[in-house]
């Protein structure tokens, strides 16, 4: 039985090329609405910002692009990202002069706005994720979602170095195959928008594999809150997010050095990757440790030695025009963190703007104390997730050591979602940061893949409504939730019975399977609850004015309820992440998928 | 993979989201004049008496659509009044305030509702008829004898042996993949996004009215077909291209049926019953359209409007092509009229005497320097008139009537297609029905006065039914719709939609042809089949080389519009009409040749030789 138009593609080149086209046209479409401060002088907004950034890299020398100035006044959108953004702006720049060059003259541009530059500065964005975020999405599926002969051919060149790329995980694969076709059986049809694999089944993937990895896809490239905030917000959120991306894929094969590189571009370009720095240094740390190719501490120093050489050298080549003084690199790093911001901005779903409707933080405590407290909370509960990568966790299949991409994936979720939650200064669009291994996940966590990025909408809707993506918003949502649900509950269906064929040891994951299992099979419910709650939510604020001494009920309103639903699914990743990718025992938790897989088999 | 009932309509209602969330993001993009008229008949309806509807001229967009428009026009109104009482003052020209743009926009997508359920009825029974004549290929158009199959037509006697096992559940799942794939190439069609929620009309409603008329004759409700499609006719008169077939259809189809009861022939006392079902059917038939068109014009008619409705209903005196030209027969011919007049002085000093008559004040008249081509009179082909146009109009159409009157009598030997259960010749019957209906709207678009570009839609959307059951028609539907979405570019001229458009009809494209590509390469459509057992590759929709080359050609075509002759200045003076022309006559190739194609099947048909498309395995 089919459950969603997604299932009509196939996991063809053709299929995946369509979903591509699709994903531009709703990006081009989402652009066509308002923007970050359209038409509101004199600060204008985000969108004022990146135009105001292309003004300053094209016409001053890149020694003065962090250094204030008449012309680079610190209280008019100063540069403050890091040098990668500032590149980037400088090509759009380049480009935005060739076409209108009044959109970047330098001061008099400022609050440039016609309708030609708006469309030239929307496809800047689009160009910008057509070279990088799309390609890390397809580069990221295809690594984590391989096809079968894909794997295999992973397995013959990966090297005994690279225990990630070695078919580690075939045997739950071949699970999931084997479940699928007990399942259903049709399962074995052709998939039906792509005739290539029609008839060899060989190369085809089995009904669940295929629905995983478009579900991954599908939700890589259709995230609407990333959507609403690159193409209607307006940002190049999907610069930082997709050489993350490109990282953690690139880890996932085996190339370390290479992801290491990676992920110092995408910190380089937005600091707010910094979310995912305790993953990548626990995930490698706990590689250096635990791959067998490290006997020894030698060797193990060595790994982390290399791996820190080629950070530090990545950083110097971005840092280059700045490194000739101390003074100049101070600089700009103190554009760059600007300590004087609070502990948040406007209505962050998180747990410092949260519970300040109980404690106010930022009135009863000093900014200093507040920032430590930031710090040490923010560090103690991406600690689980940081512990399991560096003690190994969800290794040790197939001889090799160190922990699973698997791992990686989850270990990003939980980092990303403990800087959400506790770092200081966070904005409502860093929800984008879990979101964004979440929707890798899909495969694996599909209800939650499906929910948490419609939550994520719901959470900066203040924010989008006061920048006119209101309709988008809708319609954005609208397409992710249509599509994607019936798929998912469809995946999380056959996961849940390749769970019940073989239960997994403990107690804590016998409760865990036990709410999750209720959980999907309540789905229909819970998914109607929740919309028909939001809806309503929607229709208080639409229709009933907020009384006059509670200006903020609302806004209060949409984040309590977002931050309740982020927190559940940042409890429930802690666990998973250390029940799905156990620590230490990777071979006893393969032969148990294998027995699950046997089982299903038998019946 | 089976699609069941109840997913089937899960998967429509995932596709009906989909596309009412692209209409809403497209609310924000241009709006043309249209949305003015619109806002100007909300008034006139909304505030003024029924006396001064077809009267007034305050706005120069007058009321020209037929009296249940207005009705539509009202009954909106009733609601705008809620909205922003302002849009519905006759004298607030130009009147768009935010909530009036809203609620215009709002209530294009609301109608839409009709054409997202028409869709549905539609992709439902497609999806129902293939499961009832089972072993799959039945569902065909066209069944009939193999042997005349062009490139697919596997021996007889292999036929049924050729089957694979679960041929029947693997049939119904097809059927029902077809059904999804109508409801997409209907709820999503790219021509109308641009022309209804770009452009700004109302052709969704519209064309859901059809579409709902075309389900009822297709399920055999053909009473409430007829009314439907009266009421359509009363709300636009560009349907009235569809009427004769209608007209046919029905008399022949439906009051006097021959096809699918036993006992329709044989004695005279049955010959009796069936000259008095007939004749009461056409009696209550016809009562029911008059009393539509009554409802319509009788106040008209009461208030002695009659002339004045008329005249607003046919302008004639807007001329043979619209400002810009549709892609029908005309564009050619008006272009070789051009290039006439430039070759003539050349032409006339080789042969040595004026072989070529240029008329002078033609030439003055038609605007050369514009980028619009407008033309009033030729000025060295022979002059169109309406009437020419209408009887170009009429003998395009005698194929069609003629093939579809026979083809009640031809019902008697139909359904032995290839590994085909026979699906009653009454069932085959309405089939066709679809494809006369698109045929006869094309026949209108090719040769009608003064047509619109948007009126390929109306011949496009019936033809979709026929592409996802034929791969014949799939091929012409992918050109076709491809020309025409092409055709409508030039409507959205502004630079900001310029992504939008050519991203939405590419999307389309991509969309209808990795669809139809999948369904008519499926392992259970009857060519995958005949593949099989001719150890050939499947190979989809089989598009010819001509057609590949064609489709390849927008490509070519686009870059001379938009980036060549822009960065040449040469070509931008010399030739400033270069790109518009150059779209109206290459859509045109491709309308042109599908209609010829149609055209030559329905001669066929007509003829009583059925043509290789028609009675081929090709189905």
Redesign the interface.
């Known amino acids: 039985?089919?459950?969603?138009?997604l299932?009509?593609l196939g996991d063809d080149s053709?299929?995946t090329?369509?979903l591509v086209?699709?994903a531009?046209?709703?990006r081009?479409?989402?652009g066509?609405?308002?923007y970050s401060g359209a038409g509101d002088p004199p600060k204008y907004g985000d969108y004022e910002a990146q135009r105001h950034w292309m003004e300053l890299t094209v016409n001053l020398p890149v020694r003065e692009w962090y250094v204030d100035s008449p012309v680079n006044n610190a209280s008019y959108w100063p540069l403050d990202y890091p040098p990668l953004s500032g590149y980037q702006s400088w090509l759009c720049g380049v480009a935005l002069r060739a076409a209108e060059p009044a959109a970047v003259a330098l001061v008099s541009s400022h609050g440039y706005e016609s309708?030609?530059s708006?469309?030239l500065m929307r496809?800047t964005v689009i160009v910008a994720d057509l070279l990088i975020y799309i390609p890390a999405c397809l580069v990221a599926v295809a690594v984590f979602y391989p096809s079968p002969d894909t794997s295999a051919a992973a397995a013959t060149a990966g090297s005994a170095s690279s225990p990630a790329a070695s078919p580690t995980k075939t045997p739950s694969s071949t699970g999931t195959a084997a479940a699928s076709t007990c399942a259903s059986p049709?399962g074995a049809?052709?998939p039906?928008?792509?005739?290539s694999p029609?008839?060899s089944s060989a190369t085809a993937l089995s009904?669940a594999a295929r629905r995983g990895r478009l579900l991954a896809l599908f939700g890589l490239l259709f995230n609407p809150a990333l959507l609403l905030i690159d193409h209607g917000h307006f940002q190049y959120n999907g610069i930082s997010l997709g050489l993350t991306l490109a990282a953690v894929a690139a880890i996932a094969r085996g190339r370390r050095l290479l992801g290491g590189v990676l992920y110092v571009a995408a910190l380089n370009h937005k600091h707010m990757a910094l979310f995912f720095a305790p993953a990548f240094f626990a995930h490698l740390l706990g590689w250096a440790l635990h791959d067998p190719a490290h006997r020894g501490v030698p060797a193990k120093l060595l790994a982390v030695a290399k791996l820190g050489a080629t950070v530090l050298l990545a950083f110097a080549v971005c840092w280059a025009p700045w490194l000739h003084s101390r003074q100049a690199l101070l600089q700009v790093l103190s554009r760059i963190f600007p300590v004087r911001r609070g502990l948040y901005e406007d209505y962050v779903a998180n747990w410092w703007c949260a519970s300040s409707a109980a404690l106010k933080w930022k009135s009863r405590f000093p900014p200093h104390l507040l920032l430590r407290a930031a710090a040490a909370t923010t560090l103690a509960a991406a600690a689980p997730a940081m512990a399991h990568q560096i003690a190994g966790g969800g290794g040790g299949g197939g001889g090799g050591g160190g922990p699973s991409r698997w791992g990686l994936v989850r270990c990003l979720v939980n980092s990303g979602f403990a800087f959400y939650m506790f770092s200081y200064q966070v904005h409502e669009k860093s929800i984008l940061m879990p979101l964004l291994p979440l929707t890798l996940a899909a495969g694996r966590e599909p209800t939650l893949a499906a929910w948490l990025p419609l939550l994520a909408c719901f959470s900066m809707f203040p924010l989008l409504v006061r920048d006119g993506v209101g309709?988008?918003y809708?319609?954005?949502a609208?397409?992710y939730?249509?599509?994607m649900a019936?798929a998912a509950l469809q995946q999380a269906r056959q996961l849940q019975a390749e769970r019940r064929a073989a239960p997994r040891p403990g107690a804590l994951a016998r409760v865990v399977d036990a709410v999750t299992g209720l959980m999907v099979d309540l789905w229909p419910l819970l998914a109607a609850a929740g919309v028909a709650a939001a809806a309503a939510l929607h229709g208080a604020r639409l229709l009933l004015p907020a009384p006059p001494h509670l200006p903020w009920l609302y806004d209060r309103a949409f984040i309590t309820f977002s931050f309740c639903g982020f927190a559940a699914a940042f409890c429930y990743s802690q666990l998973a992440q250390w029940l799905e990718e156990p620590v230490g025992s990777g071979p006893v938790a393969v032969a148990a998928k294998q027995r699950a897989a046997r089982r299903l088999k038998d019946e | 993979m089976v699609i069941k009932h109840g997913s089937f309509g899960v998967l429509c209602l995932q596709l009906a989201v989909v596309a009412t969330a692209v209409k809403l993001l497209l609310l924000p993009t241009y709006r043309s004049t249209d949305f003015e008229v619109h806002r100007n008949w909300l008034a006139i309806t909304h505030s003024l008496p029924l006396s001064k509807w077809y009267v007034d001229a305050t706005s120069v967009w007058t009321l020209d659509y037929p009296p249940l428009f207005a009705w539509f026009e009202w009954a909106l109104s009733q609601a705008a009044a809620a909205v922003d009482p302002a849009m519905l003052r006759v004298v607030n020209l130009d009147h768009d305030s935010a909530a009036t743009v809203a609620f215009q926009r709002g209530s294009v997508i609301v109608t839409d509702l009709v054409l997202l359920l028409a869709a549905f009825w539609l992709a439902r029974d497609v999806a129902a008829t293939g499961v009832a004549s089972g072993g799959g290929g039945g569902s065909g158009i066209f069944s009939g004898p193999a042997s005349s199959g062009s490139r697919a037509a596997p021996p007889r006697s292999t036929s049924f042996s050729g089957l694979p096992v679960d041929s029947r559940s693997s049939a119904a799942a097809l059927a029902g993949r077809r059904g999804v794939a109508l409801f997409a190439l209907l709820a999503l069609n790219a021509g109308l996004l641009l022309v209804d929620h770009i452009h700004f009309q109302y052709n969704g409603a519209m064309m859901g009215v059809l579409l709902l008329s075309l389900a009822a004759a297709r399920t055999g409700r053909h009473l409430l077909s007829g009314v439907l499609f009266a009421v359509l006719l009363n709300m636009k008169h560009l349907f009235l291209f569809a009427a004769p077939v209608y007209f046919v259809y029905l008399l022949r189809h439906y009051c006097f049926e021959t096809t699918g009861g036993s006992s329709s022939s044989g004695s005279s006392g049955a010959q009796g019953n069936w000259a008095a079902r007939g004749l009461t059917r056409l009696a209550v038939l016809g009562a029911a359209v008059i009393a539509v068109f009554a409802a319509s014009f009788g106040p008209f008619v009461a208030l002695g409007q009659i002339p004045q409705v008329f005249g607003r209903l046919f302008p004639f005196g807007r001329g043979l092509l619209h400002a810009y030209w549709a892609a029908n027969a005309w564009a050619p011919y008006a272009a070789a009229d051009k290039l006439l007049v430039l070759a003539a002085p050349a032409l006339n000093r080789q042969l040595g005497w004026a072989a070529l008559r240029v008329d002078a004040e033609a030439v003055g008249s038609a605007n050369l320097a514009g980028g619009l081509v407008k033309v009033q009179r030729f000025a060295v082909l022979p002059q169109i008139t309406p009437s020419i146009t209408a009887a170009a109009v009429l003998m395009a159409l005698v194929p069609c009537l003629v093939g579809l009157w026979r083809l009640g009598r031809a019902a008697g030997h139909v359904a032995v297609g290839p590994g085909a259960a026979p699906a009653s010749s009454r069932q085959h019957v309405r089939r066709v029905f679809a494809r006369a209906l698109a045929y006869s709207c094309l026949c209108g678009f090719v040769f009608g006065w003064h047509v619109h570009e948007k009126a390929i839609i109306v011949a496009l959307l019936p033809l979709a039914v026929d592409a996802v059951c034929s791969r014949l028609a799939a091929r012409r539907f992918l050109v076709l719709s491809t020309a025409g979405h092409y055709g409508l570019l030039p409507l959205l001229f502004r630079p900001e939609e310029y992504g939008t458009k050519v991203l939405l009809v590419a999307s389309y494209f991509a969309v209808a042809a990795t669809a139809l590509g999948a369904l008519h390469g499926d392992a259970a459509s009857p060519h995958a089949r005949a593949a099989r057992t001719g150890g050939k590759r499947n190979a989809g929709l089989a598009l010819g080389w001509l057609q590949r080359a064609y489709l390849v050609g927008f490509v070519a075509v686009e870059l001379y519009c938009s980036v060549v002759h822009e960065r040449v200045p040469a070509l931008r003076e010399r030739l400033p009409f270069a790109p518009l022309m150059l779209t109206s006559v290459y859509c045109s190739l491709g309308v042109l040749g599908v209609w010829g194609d149609i055209a030559f099947e329905w001669s066929g048909e007509a003829l009583g030789y059925p043509s290789r498309s028609s009675f081929g395995a090709d189905t």
Do not use: D, Q, Y
Request: hydrophobic share 60%.
């Open positions: 039985m089919m459950s969603s138009i299932e009509f053709k299929s090329g369509l086209l699709l531009v046209l709703i081009v479409l989402t066509l609405s308002g309708a030609s708006k469309t496809w049709a049809l052709p039906p928008f792509s005739h029609s008839f009904a309709l988008p809708v319609a954005a609208a397409v939730g249509a599509v019936g």
